[in-house]
């Protein structure tokens, strides 16, 4: 195991509610992602960061947000969850570019 | 924004086919990856291609990396039932740190 954690593996959600899906790490790695996953659409990049507190957008970034307070923990939070972010999330963490992208889990979203 | 695009989207043959992916953009890239993702799972890493033109072998598994940097291929020779699953190619921006996905293609292999 890469020491990735994704917390939580599932939940289900109103619309309009806050949701906060943590990506945890062992490996002190600098690179971390937040990617959905959706049938048909492979892995679309939401979020990146290349280290505590550098953050930047993704392809699909629209009512989403991140934080990395430190370097271990990337959150990604969904201010208003809508049903069309009802998805797979996986977290992916890296220690330079061009290396491999160890992944976690995942956490499915249901937002009813 | 970068768009990588894979084709087949969906794949089935009968064992010991071979069969070619293929992943492709208009941008340039300084590396590109191959994955493949177990159901209920991450994606997990088969191989990197960094230089133009290269090519690498992971058995019966041949990955390439067009000369421009901007597509790749993986052929499988001989499929067997065990190679069934999603393949995903992933493409390194050549400025930044970013790390793109195509959508995937669906891999099933009959015996």
């Known amino acids: 195991d890469a020491g990735i954690t994704q917390s939580p593996r599932h939940k289900v959600t109103e619309t309009g509610t806050p949701v906060t899906l943590r990506c945890h790490q062992t490996e002190n790695h600098r690179y971390m992602y937040w990617y959905r996953q959706d049938p048909g659409h492979g892995l679309r990049l939401i979020h990146y960061?290349?280290?505590?507190?550098?953050?930047d957008k993704g392809e699909v970034s629209d009512g989403y947000s991140v934080s990395r307070s430190k370097t271990e923990d990337f959150l990604l939070t969904l201010e208003s969850a809508t049903s069309s972010q009802t998805s797979v999330y996986f977290c992916?963490?890296?220690?330079?570019?061009?290396?491999?992208?160890?992944f976690g889990q995942g956490t499915r979203l249901t937002v009813v | 924004t970068q768009l990588l695009e894979q084709s087949p989207q969906f794949l089935s043959i009968q064992e010991g086919e071979n069969l070619t992916v293929y992943c492709n953009s208009s941008s340039v890239f300084s590396s590109l990856q191959w994955y493949r993702q177990e159901p209920g799972e991450g994606p997990v890493l088969l191989v990197t291609?960094?230089?133009?033109?290269e090519v690498k072998k992971l058995k019966r598994l041949t990955f390439q990396f067009g000369d421009a940097r901007k597509d790749s291929s993986l052929h499988i020779t001989a499929a067997q039932p065990g190679d069934t699953g999603l393949y995903l190619c992933a493409g390194e921006s050549e400025y930044g740190n970013k790390l793109v996905f195509g959508a995937g293609t669906i891999l099933r292999v009959k015996s």
């Open positions: 291609v960094v230089t133009g033109g």
């Open positions: 992916a963490i890296r220690t330079f570019i061009n290396t491999e992208a160890f």
């Open positions: 960061s290349y280290g505590v507190k550098d953050t």
